[in-house]
């Protein structure tokens, strides 16, 4: 068939209608699969009467849209379902294993069964893998309704879709299943192959093991269902037969940013314990240990900074331990200089000093420092009267002379507003003390 490219396009990897129910032998997950948008779990704030899919399926009507969230949350059959409950052809492609050919044949597929009067739901698994370009080529088949797209994801699409895409699809975010939704699904799992050889506390662990994944669990589920057990496994057995599910956590991804996130946050709210759990939870996952070392320097400055001025130098000391350590016994400098920044005092006054300095650098462009503090290097140079009227602050009682030191054209300016708390407390009472003298000296 030859397509609207202009060439006989390969045949997409895609699914035209739902198929029949799986078999005996499919896995659990796949037997398990819901037939009516009302079965999923976990997600009614999209599925409920009131969600955005519930509406948008009462109405008849569906718009494009991206689901985001993390895996086995049900991403899939949502799309799957949404197709049946409107009417609309279903295809899939993914973007693992699809191409620029295979966009083409979904694409000409498409705009065949759109002729003959039927409307086609593109699912796209995976749509972040999609270049740039390859996004682009959505557009104009999404624009002529040619296509319903669903797009499934588990990175941020603000990042990983294209401005020009996301301004035609709606984002629906997908929660993390939580104890109750997979406790639901072990409870169907159970009516379909009988009870789990798990004591009520090993029933628990299986879940929290899951990490909130569905299909995870289901997959474990399977495992005790096929081994054959006799008798009931404890938490410890269940541990040594199972194996826990690696967190989510990808170095350069939403992982990443979201934990550093976290506990930036939770050091800068002085809650040393929450500040450890983020960090724990970044180097168990794999984190590099010299990244989260340079991110303390920086807590250090950023929301510390003058209030405790030895914060600084404690972290600079857990990153030449760990550099002298190495992993894992250097990770206890890191604890210890994150356990000091969450229990410091606060202040951001340096940061925002140096935010309004900065600014104020810009806009002034290149004046002159005032004649009085410019060295006179040369004869020339004082006879023009360089360094004119320069008081040397050490010749006067109170090691303070109030000089200008400002240049000709530009007002004093107040950039550093020391807070009430830590050292900056008694740096406050400096720069008072500073200022009186100067107003009383005029």
């Not at 948008?56 to 969230?69: K, N, T």
């Not at 694409?107 to 698994?125: C, H, I, N, S, Y």
């Not at 800068?268 to 180097?283: F, H, K, V």
């Amino acid at each position: 068939m030859a397509d609207l490219f202009g060439q006989d396009a390969p045949e997409a990897r895609r699914e035209d209608q739902r198929g029949d129910a799986p078999g005996a032998d499919a896995p659990l997950p796949d037997r398990l699969r819901p037939s009516a948008l009302a079965e999923v779990v976990g997600q009614e704030h999209l599925t409920g009467p009131d969600g955005a899919i519930g509406r948008m399926v009462a109405a008849g009507r569906l718009s494009s849209m991206i689901l985001w969230g993390p895996p086995g949350t049900g991403k899939t059959s949502i799309a799957r379902l949404l197709a049946d409950a409107v009417g609309l052809r279903y295809a899939a492609i993914s973007a693992v294993f699809s191409g620029v050919a295979d966009l083409k044949a979904a694409f000409a597929e498409a705009e065949k069964f759109a002729r003959a009067g039927r409307k086609t739901l593109l699912f796209v698994d995976e749509i972040h893998r999609f270049n740039r370009a390859q996004q682009d080529g959505f557009l104009p088949f999404v624009e002529r309704g040619v296509v319903t797209l669903v797009g499934a994801t588990t990175e941020n699409p603000s990042f990983a879709l294209n401005a020009a895409l996301l301004s035609r699809a709606q984002v629906l975010v997908l929660n993390r299943l939580d104890d109750g939704a997979l406790a639901a699904l072990l409870a169907k799992a159970e009516a379909m192959e009988g009870p789990l050889p798990l004591t009520p506390e090993a029933r628990e662990a299986l879940i929290a093991q899951a990490d909130g994944d569905g299909r995870f669990l289901l997959g474990q589920a399977e495992t005790l269902f096929a081994a054959g057990l006799t008798e009931p496994l404890d938490p410890a057995s269940l541990g040594q037969f199972l194996q826990r599910r690696v967190a989510v956590y990808d170095k350069d991804r939403d992982g990443h940013y979201n934990l550093i996130s976290a506990l930036h946050k939770s050091v800068r709210g002085s809650d040393p314990q929450a500040a450890l759990y983020w960090l724990a939870r970044m180097l168990v996952a794999g984190e590099e240990p010299l990244f989260l070392a340079r991110r303390l320097v920086r807590m250090a400055v950023e929301d510390i900074g003058m209030a405790d001025p030895h914060a600084l130098p404690q972290c600079m000391a857990a990153m030449e331990a760990y550099r002298f350590l190495g992993s894992p016994e250097g990770e206890l400098a890191l604890v210890q200089a994150c356990l000091y920044l969450a229990t410091a005092p606060k202040s951001n006054a340096a940061y925002l000093a140096q935010k309004a300095a900065w600014k104020a650098a810009k806009d002034t462009g290149s004046l002159m420092p005032p004649m009085n503090i410019v060295n006179p290097a040369t004869g020339l140079m004082e006879s023009l009267g360089y360094g004119k009227g320069y008081t040397y602050d050490h010749d006067t009682p109170e090691g303070f002379s109030g000089d200008n030191y400002w240049p000709e054209g530009m007002a004093a300016e107040q950039f550093y507003t020391p807070v009430e708390r830590g050292f900056e407390r008694e740096v406050k009472k400096r720069l008072d003390y500073w200022d009186k003298l100067r107003a009383e000296r005029g």
